[in-house]
């Protein structure tokens, strides 16, 4: 299902932090399953506050931490298998090869997304104890003018853009963070807003035990 050659295949790019596009990195008919048995509910919704204005619908599929995918009896098999290739060695050994790290030790969280209209992110950077993310799309096709990318930038600018990257099975990003990684995810618009944008996050985390203690296992107690 995955394809880990397309990591080790992709380039890292050194500025002005570190992030890499990653091309087909889910075989073409795994992916065709996965977005016809995209889940359409159990997702739960986080809104930032003032001094942090955000706002995204996610569902968990593996706990900070945890060696199994959660118990979603309603999600197609497709989902659990693509889980357990995530938890795998295999998978740790291939991203961390691409940005420099043994990832062994180190948990995992993985979460979909399912985002519309009112759901963006700002300009921002992860706080720590996340170390690195890896962001896959479910969008055969996505409009130049739909809104949605996600936009690797300079600085807290928005408008400071390096790359955008549209949300289509194309591509997946992987990025380290770093006190210099701001990114963001602008308002749905145009075609857009006809839709949801479809995501999956897979994050490594340092110091696993202590997070997985003070989050537990709730649909979404981690940082998104």
């Given at each position: 299902m995955?394809?880990?050659?397309a990591l ?6 050194p500025?002005?932090?570190?992030w890499?596009?990653?091309s087909q ?15 359409t ?7 930032g506050g003032?001094g942090?204005?955000f706002?995204?619908?996610?569902r968990?599929?593996?706990h900070?931490?945890a060696?199994?995918?959660?118990d ?10 693509l889980?357990q ?5 295999g998978?740790?050994?291939?991203v ?10 180190h948990?995992?969280?993985v ?17 720590w ?15 130049d ?8 930038l ?5 408008d ?6 549209p949300?289509?099975v194309d ?8 006190q ?10 145009n075609?857009?807003l006809?839709?949801?944008r479809l ?6 985390y ?8 003070v989050?537990?296992?709730s ?6």
């Amino acid at each position: 299902m995955l394809n880990l050659d397309a990591l080790s295949e992709a380039t890292l790019t050194p500025a002005p932090w570190r992030w890499a596009e990653v091309s087909q990195f889910i075989e073409q008919d795994s992916m065709k399953r996965l977005i016809e048995t995209f889940p359409t509910d159990g997702f739960v919704t986080r809104i930032g506050g003032p001094g942090n204005p955000f706002r995204s619908s996610g569902r968990r599929l593996v706990h900070l931490g945890a060696d199994r995918p959660v118990d979603n009896a309603d999600l197609d098999a497709v989902w659990m298998d693509l889980c357990q290739e995530l938890l795998s060695s295999g998978y740790r050994r291939a991203v961390g090869g691409l940005v420099g790290l043994d990832l062994q030790e180190h948990g995992l969280q993985v979460s979909i997304y399912s985002n519309g209209p009112n759901d963006w992110l700002p300009a921002h950077i992860d706080n720590w104890p996340k170390v690195l993310t890896q962001t896959v799309y479910f969008h055969q096709d996505w409009g130049d003018d739909w809104g949605g990318e996600l936009l690797i930038l300079r600085s807290a600018d928005m408008d400071d853009v390096v790359a955008a990257i549209p949300p289509t099975v194309d591509a997946s990003v992987v990025h380290l963070r770093t006190q210099e990684a701001w990114h963001a995810v602008p308002p749905l618009r145009n075609g857009g807003l006809e839709r949801d944008r479809l995501s999956m996050t897979v994050v490594f985390y340092d110091e696993p035990e202590h997070w997985r203690e003070v989050y537990g296992d709730s649909p979404l107690g981690s940082v998104l």
